[in-house]
């Protein structure tokens, strides 16, 4: 099973779709701890949800614990000098490429980092989003 966390009203067909809101199919607050068995989970989708969250390092942990041991993380977040990253009064961090390097993901393994580039002016192209693929280990 792989699991849409903090899915909003963007539903994703063949995930688990979880949320804060009634959104999903399942609806509950992922700072409180996710509500799945140890290792029950193939894959997680965190789309534009960590940089919302006060205790990451709690997340991250709980995130390792429900992934079976191969499971994959795909995590996409504002890049920090986007106006993306801080243009939301409830965002708590910003991400760079440094922050999925070294040991700040214990128990995952970086598989593959990407950006996206949206044109901001006619003459300059700003990274917007990571995109970060992780698997744990």
Known sequence: MNLNLGSGPKQKEG???????PFGDVQGNCEEGLPFKNESLDG?????????IKDLRKLKNDMLRVLKPGGKLTVIVPYYLSPDAWGDDDHCRAFSNQSFFGDFWPGFMLRKLGHEKRIKTANKE????????LTKK
């Open 44 to 52: 997680i989708l965190a789309s534009h949800l960590l940089e919302h």
């Open 15 to 21: 995930f688990l779709n979880y949320d804060i809101k």
């Open 126 to 133: 700003e990274v917007t989003w990571i995109y970060a693929y």
